[in-house]
T-cell receptor, first 111, second 114 residues
Framework: KQEVTQIPAALSVPEGENLVLNCSFT??????LQWFRQDPGKGLTSLLL?????REQTSGRLNASLDKSSGRSTLYIAASQPGDSATYLC??????????FGSGTKLNVKP | GAGVSQTPSNKVTEKGKYVELRCDPI?????LYWYRQSLGQGPEFLIY????????DSGLPNDRFFAVRPEGSVSTLKIQRTERGDSAVYLC????????????FGPGTRLTVL
């Protein structure tokens, strides 16, 4: 069974700081990796999807990288803002339908 | 529709009762997923539909849980004889064709079993 781990579990940074969130997975036979954002009491919003053949994806201030062989992905957030405060989750499918999620990193960006 | 919708947003029920949770996927999406999320945890896979059929129901915790998608669009998750341990947020997601396609999530239904 795929195990997805996210470190750190929580992170508090001052506004403007660049930061990195980590996601690791035990089974490298993945088709893609997806990063989500979840605000309190809300559903998940898709941020970035990296296909297994890609090394990274960028969207605005967000950059996600994928290293399948080492079972790792990172989400880089540049120039963090208070509006970035949320829980960030990564998810991997490993047989075309069953997606495994990490427990998330709860980010707090202080003004 | 514009996005995935779920109703109700909140459901409070008593132990032993039957509940139904509804999911309306994005129009044209053939794949639909149900997840369960407990406090402080990531979503846990329950069941995946491709069209009208349940392609993978291996995440359903026991036979009290059942889901249908009779016309290949709206899906209903049904829970019989609810238990306090069923309390969680139930999330629905859809994707265009399943597989490695991007998933889009609804806002969830918060189920509380008293």
């Amino acid at each position: 069974k795929q195990e997805v781990t996210q470190i750190p579990a929580a992170l508090s940074v001052p506004e403007g700081e660049n930061l990195v969130l980590n996601c690791s997975f035990t089974d490298s036979a993945i088709y893609n990796l997806q990063w989500f954002r979840q605000d309190p009491g809300k559903g998940l919003t898709s941020l970035l999807l990296i296909q297994s053949s890609q090394r990274e994806q960028t969207s605005g201030r967000l950059n996600a990288s994928l290293d399948k062989s080492s079972g790792r992905s990172t989400l880089y957030i540049a120039a963090s803002q208070p509006g970035d405060s949320a829980t960030y989750l990564c998810a991997v499918p490993n047989n075309f339908n069953k997606f495994y999620f990490g427990s998330g990193t709860k980010l707090n960006v202080k003004p | 529709g514009a996005g995935v919708s779920q109703t109700p947003s909140n459901k409070v029920t008593e132990k032993g009762k039957y509940v139904e949770l509804r999911c309306d996927p994005i129009s044209g999406h053939t794949a639909l997923y149900w997840y369960r999320q407990s406090l402080g945890q990531g979503p846990e896979f329950l069941i995946y539909f491709q069209g009208t059929g349940a392609a993978d129901d291996s995440g359903l915790p026991n036979d009290r849980f059942f889901a249908v998608r009779p016309e290949g669009s709206v899906s209903t998750l049904k829970i019989q004889r609810t238990e306090r341990g069923d309390s969680a947020v139930y999330l629905c997601a859809s994707s265009l064709a399943g597989g490695s396609d991007e998933q889009f999530f609804g806002p969830g239904t918060r189920l509380t079993v008293l």
